[in-house]
């Protein structure tokens, strides 16, 4: 994967090769109109701004992946793109919280979609390097489900909201920008486990309705 080119991978071998590549592959950050931190987080948005449908999927400390399942009555699965190694934060433009998780990192990225092909949401996660496969023992799996399946306990910690364009995202899900995003830190027995960055598809308003995002309009 190559400036903005998409390569979906969906085969692991494909994707392991990434992460011995010197050159490491874009990750789909939002290009952001607005941004929020921790204390808007926690007090929430005015719902002129953004309903409350959406404010409990991207404010909420529940599975994403469980809840684009109930939403869309299908499986939620997964296509892995991106398996790569970072040893600098700096380097990758990762959110500052992966400070937290000790490093180096490999990072994950995936499209989760329906088992009909929806694509409905875009994740990175960076993971302790040494300790990834502890979690992750079938990478093709939703975190979610890989977490469920050891029993793993877990906090999930939203510490800020994105509301931007981003021209690949665009081509992915098939739908017009801006789109929402949040990035938030797994604890796990008190200490950071990973930090992962979602984007959400406009797709999902036929199951939430619409975003409300009259603050993007004061923006622009």
């Avoid at 109109?33 to 926690?42: K, S």
């Avoid at 390097?129 to 079938?138: C, E, P, R, T």
């Avoid at 939203?158 to 949040?182: D, I, K, M």
């Amino acid at each position: 994967m190559k400036g903005e080119e998409l390569t979906f991978v969906t085969h692991l071998t494909s994707a392991f090769k990434s992460a011995q590549s010197l050159a490491l592959p874009a990750w789909y950050a939002l290009d952001p109109i607005w941004e929020a931190g921790e204390a808007l987080v926690a007090s929430g948005l005015p719902h002129d701004q953004l309903a409350p449908p959406w404010q409990m999927l991207l404010l909420g400390d529940g599975s994403p992946t469980r809840h684009l399942q109930l939403l869309t009555g299908e499986p939620t699965e997964v296509d892995v793109i991106d398996m790569s190694s970072v040893s600098e934060a700096a380097d990758d433009h990762a959110p500052a919280p992966i400070q937290m998780v000790p490093a180096p990192w490999v990072r994950r990225q995936v499209w989760l979609r329906t088992a009909s092909g929806q694509r409905l949401a875009y994740a990175t996660s960076w993971w302790e390097a040494s300790h990834v496969d502890d979690y992750l023992q079938n990478r093709s799996l939703p975190i979610w489900a890989s977490l469920a399946r050891l029993r793993t306990e877990l906090y999930r910690d939203v510490r800020g909201l994105h509301y931007g364009h981003s021209q690949p995202l665009e081509r992915a899900f098939e739908q017009s920008g801006p789109f929402w995003g949040r990035h938030y830190l797994f604890w796990h027995h008190g200490r950071p486990l990973t930090l992962i960055y979602e984007v959400f598809s406009p797709y999902l308003t036929r199951y939430l309705g619409e975003t409300q995002t009259e603050i993007a309009h004061e923006i622009n």
